[in-house]
């Protein structure tokens, strides 16, 4: 698999993460905003990705392949697409989805995904820190969330 490919695979996987919380916008009404807001970053999350496939190529970034495997990646996505097809086909809480949801921002941030690249250009190094960053603060807002709902 080239690394362009691979960039590809990671933007995919940050589409159907979007596609999952939108479905969780329309079985929530109510939570809408707040799945939509993180589906939103999660689309910019796709774009950031792919305006990195062309500098994929050892001078403006470094893919570090020994890091990262396409197996693990498609194992996120295949996961992700389940849940989906599962909440198309099935009525779930409000909590649940939130455990997903956490399950899956912590499978991104565990597997350090956008650790994969390096670069020295300062716009670069900018847009990796942001999807570091916001993967993050998904993280914290679900688990927040999730704390928050099992409480009541």
Aim: no cysteine; proline share 2%.
């Amino acid at each position: 698999m080239t690394k362009e490919q691979i960039v590809d695979l990671l933007a995919e996987n940050e589409l159907a993460i979007k596609q999952l919380y939108e479905f969780y916008a329309k079985t929530f009404p109510k939570e809408a905003v707040f799945w939509l807001d993180i589906a939103n970053d999660e689309k910019d999350h796709a774009m950031a990705l792919l305006s990195l496939k062309e500098k994929v190529d050892d001078i403006y970034v470094y893919f570090d392949e020994e890091r990262f495997t396409p197996e693990a990646i498609l194992s996120t996505k295949n996961y992700i697409n389940e849940r989906i097809k599962y909440v198309i086909e099935n009525k779930i809480n409000f909590l649940t989805a939130l455990s997903v949801a956490r399950d899956v921002e912590n499978s991104l941030i565990e597997r350090n995904y956008f650790k994969v690249f390096e670069s020295d250009t300062p716009k670069i190094k900018n847009v990796l820190k942001k999807l570091e960053k916001e993967t993050l603060e998904h993280r914290t807002r679900v688990e927040n969330r999730f704390e928050e709902e099992k409480d009541q």
